[in-house]
Structures are given as C-alpha cells and as structure tokens.
Nanobody, 126 residues
C-alpha cells in the first residue's frame, strides 16, 4: 500500500523560506510522476511543481513559482522535496504531495495522480 506523508509546512512572513518533504512508503517503481499541488481557500487544487522520472528526469513548474521554488528528490530516502524561497502571501494554501506510476501522461493535472498525501498548511503573511 502506497502512503505519502508530508511535513514541513508552517507560517512565515513574506520573503521567507520553507522546505516541504514528502516521504513515500510502499513504493518500488523506478519510473513515476510525483508532484506538489496546492489548494487555496475557495480555489481548485493546482499543480505547483512536478517531477517525471523515466528514461530522463524532467521537472515542471507553474509560472508563478519559477525561480523561487525547487522540486527535488532523494531516491535513497524515497523522499520528495519542495524548497520554497521568497514566499508571497499568494503562496498560502494547503500543499499536497502526489504520485503516480504512469509516466505516459502530462504529469501535471491532479486527475493524473492516484496517490495523495494528507496535506500540509503553508501560510505566508504580508
């Protein structure tokens, strides 16, 4: 049974940094899509950053976080990270880690991901 466990959320002031972690349990696949999504109050869940690991590793970011956020992975620890710098109030939301073992899709839309973590709150104050 696959289980994703997020940690690292919290409250920071604008301009601050946070690092989110997602520990993946029960996975043995070498090819996968994993990603970070966020959901602000009253808004739909959206992709923030994803990583596709197949023959090559590819990352993707939503425009609003490019240059500020970095997605990375530690395969030895089965852990996915999201380093968030220069945080803005509009980055506030619940951040979810997600995974899927199908790498033929876009590796971007929430509907493409089968496994989800419980979410961790990120609050950025101005």
């Amino acid at each position: 049974q696959v289980r994703l466990v997020e940690s690292g959320g919290g409250s920071v002031q604008a301009g601050g940094s946070l690092r989110l972690s997602c520990a993946a349990h029960g996975t043995t696949y070498s090819s996968y899509c994993m990603g970070w999504f966020r959901q602000a109050p009253g808004k739909e869940r959206e992709a923030v950053a994803t990583i596709r690991s197949a023959s090559v590793v590819r990352t993707a970011y939503t425009d609003s976080v490019k240059g500020r956020f970095t997605i990375s992975q530690d395969n030895a620890k089965n852990t996915l990270y999201l380093q968030m710098n220069s945080l803005k109030p509009e980055d506030t939301g619940v951040y979810y880690c997600a995974a899927d073992w199908t790498v033929s899709g876009s590796c971007w839309f929430p509907s493409e991901f089968q496994y989800w973590g419980q979410g961790t709150q990120v609050t950025v104050s101005s």
